[in-house]
T-cell receptor
Framework: IAGITQAPTSQILAAGRRMTLRCTQD?????MYWYRQDLGLGLRLIHY???????GKGEVPDGYSVSRANTDDFPLTLASAVPSQTSVYFC???????????????FGAGSRLTVL | GQNIDQPTEMTATEGAIVQINCTYQ??????LFWYQQHAGEAPTFLSY??LDGLEEKGRFSSFLSRSKGYSYLLLKELQMKDSASYLC??????????WGAGTKLIIKP
């Protein structure tokens, strides 16, 4: 079934540890995004990639890094986790690397991360 | 700053009609989106407006007035499965999506 796979689904992590959230898509979409969703706030963009080999910073990039070695994979790494990074993380894709028309986002199921 | 305002929570009755409003102040405008998000799940796309007026899609309609910085999502013939959060998002002049915090819609029998 075509779509986006995120792993892990849920994770509890000690502060200071390194963590990588994985995102893989099989829709051959050019653009990929990482968002975090916190109660009472709108989705906030962490990092994005318009096409394989390129990445960019979103609204809240500090403490996070990404890579886009190929079209399908877009991992998000927390180098040294802090409690404020406790959140639900969504990976999303869009067909076009540059916005055109609706450029609708398709979201993965999310990864719930708790940093203690 | 950029801002999207939506009511935090609304309650409606099964079979009725509900209107969820969204007002925005952004740096430019390149389209407005509505997404539905059931509890514990991912957001899914509902509608896209870039020109003023009403876009109808089955039981759901979305309206846009760019001069007023205003949109609404209209849900007709409400069903229990419509209980979810509804997210409004605006694409600004830099083609970045600005998201509202969402409106939690509770449907009562």
């Amino acid at each position: 079934i075509a779509g986006i796979t995120q792993a892990p689904t849920s994770q509890i992590l000690a502060a200071g540890r390194r963590m990588t959230l994985r995102c893989t898509q099989d829709m051959r979409h050019n653009a990929m995004y990482w968002y975090r969703q916190d109660l009472g706030l709108g989705l906030r963009l962490i990092h994005y990639s318009n096409t394989a080999g390129t990445t960019g910073k979103g609204e809240v990039p500090d403490g996070y890094s990404v890579s886009r070695a190929n079209t399908d994979d877009f991992p998000l790494t927390l180098a040294s986790a802090v409690p404020s990074q406790t959140s639900v993380y969504f990976c999303a894709t869009a067909i076009g690397g540059e916005p055109s028309g609706a450029n609708v986002l398709t979201f993965g199921a999310g990864s719930r991360l708790t940093v203690l | 700053g950029q801002n999207i305002d939506q009511p935090t929570e609304m309650t409606a009755t099964e079979g009725a009609i509900v209107q969820i409003n969204c007002t925005y102040q952004t740096s430019g405008f390149n389209g407005l989106f509505w997404y539905q998000q059931h509890a514990g799940e991912a957001p899914t796309f509902l509608s896209y407006n870039v020109l003023d007026g009403l876009e109808e899609k089955g039981r759901f309609s979305s309206f846009l007035s760019r001069s007023k910085g205003y949109s609404y999502l209209l849900l007709k013939e409400l069903q229990m499965k419509d209980s979810a959060s509804y997210l409004c998002a605006v694409r600004d002049s830099n083609y970045q999506l600005i998201w509202g915090a969402g409106t939690k819609l509770i449907i009562k029998p």
